[in-house]
């Protein structure tokens, strides 16, 4: 069970934070569909070469100042 909810609403703004900090990700590396948050944390992990609490840190941050730029 992922330890983050995102809407698809939340996740269109998100993605587009996320896309400016990795620029190497692709569109493929960013979908997502409401539910599937697990597989979008196990994606990430692998194309970032990051540990999950990175990848959840991440995410979580940039819902929190969802009308935020920043990251």
Known sequence: MAEIT?????WERLKLKVRRKYRE???EDLA??????EEL???LMTR???N??????TLKK???NID???L
């Open 52 to 57: 999950r609490e990175y990848v959840v840190f």
């Open 25 to 27: 990700l692709s569109e």
């Open 32 to 37: 997502y569909q409401a539910g599937q948050e």
């Open 6 to 10: 995102i809407s698809t609403a939340d």
């Open 68 to 70: 935020n730029n920043r």
């Open 41 to 43: 944390i196990q994606r």
């Open 62 to 64: 940039g819902l929190v």
């Open 48 to 50: 970032l070469k990051r």
